[in-house]
């Protein structure tokens, strides 16, 4: 019996350290070629890389280089595991799109200083930025009506 156990026990251990090994190796394959570099990302962070809703990315040092250039620039600031931002990006992202808004995307999940450097308090937020100053916020969830709006006034 006590022989039994053992092989059972190793078994599952070896079955344990066979399953961390390929969810690893899969998280290496999907993070090669990502937008935040060699950046150890969060799991709900990897389960979007391929995701076309989540392209566009931009990284906080460069969001802060387009505003001091006095670049034009439209940041959603979003989290993968916000629901309401799950609730917003299906709708919000397509709207951009058909309307010729280069809407760049930051995942603060990913960027904890983030939120103090661009003044974010919740998510989702959309902010543009005209000649180095933020020119227009939308905080929260919003109708899609309000985001097609912001565009109109502010973007085109």
Known sequence: MGKKMIIIISVI???????IFVVNYKNDQATQDSPYGDKDLEQETID???DPLYQNQIMPDDLSQQIEDGESVTVYFYSPVCVYCQ???PYL????????VDMKKLNLYEFDAAWGTFSVDS????????DGE????????KPEEEYQAFFEEYVN
Do not use: K, S, W
Not at 93 to 100: F, G
């Open 13 to 19: 251990v070896l079955l344990f350290v066979a399953l």
């Open 48 to 50: 979007q890389l391929d």
């Open 87 to 89: 609730n917003t990006t």
């Open 93 to 100: 992202v397509p709207l951009a799109e058909d309307m010729d």
């Open 123 to 130: 998510t989702p937020t959309l902010v543009h930025y005209e």
């Open 134 to 141: 933020e020119v227009a916020r939308l905080i929260g969830q």
